[in-house]
């Protein structure tokens, strides 16, 4: 019996209606991803990238098909559900808004732990040292070097050890060198076992990808 993918998209679509304007975001995408690949999505500005990795995580609902994590129905069900799903599987890495500003590196990881299921994972310590951050462990993100907001944004990500990180720009932000820096960290995830899936415009991010998809208009044509 075949095993099930990390995640799998099923002929996305979504439609977004303004006034009498309608906008098809995605036009029938299907996606899969499996464990310990790293794969970028890459496509123009209004291709669809976000409104896909934003249905492949569950925060916004597709006008058609389906998401699945593991096996598992996330799309159409309950937000509750899809939560609870989000908590058990996922990591999220965002360009900015990772980091909670008055709390300290440590104190967002262990904030985000308080959402995940209780199961065997590295203490808060012990994870911010594999990113080699853990000096930085009491800092603000406001007291962060780019770089180090970066890892401390990808120890949120994985605060919950998930089997899935989805990241939307991680590197727009960054010089060369903290990119470089970050995508070495997201191989270093992926080769632990979990699907990485990243957005990103840079040619720098595509080249360190195991797979590339390209979308356009909706649709994935590479």
Known sequence: MTSEPALRGEDLYKFYRA??????????????????????????????????LAC????????????????????????????????????MLWQSG??????????????VRTWGDPHPRPSVHELLETLG?????????????????ARAGLAVALANTPSVLLADEPTGELDSDSEALVMTLLRDVASGG?????????????????RVLALADGLVVA
């Open 133 to 149: 951050i853990a000096h930085r462990a009491t800092a603000r993100p406001s007291e962060l070097s780019g770089g180090e907001g």
């Open 194 to 210: 979990c699907a990485v899936v990243v957005v990103s415009h840079s040619a720098a991010v595509a080249a360190a990808a195991d």
């Open 19 to 52: 006034a009498d304007e309608e906008t098809r975001a995605l036009r029938g995408v299907t996606v899969t991803f499996e464990a310990g690949e790293l794969a970028v999505v890459t496509g123009p500005s209004g291709s669809g990238k976000s409104t896909l």
């Open 98 to 111: 990772n980091l909670v500003e008055h709390l300290s590196v440590q104190d967002n990881v262990r904030l």
């Open 56 to 91: 492949l995580a569950g925060l916004e609902e597709p006008t058609g098909g389906d998401v699945s994590v593991h096996g598992a129905r996330l799309s159409h069900r309950p937000e509750t559900d899809r939560a609870r799903l989000r908590a058990r599987h996922m990591g």
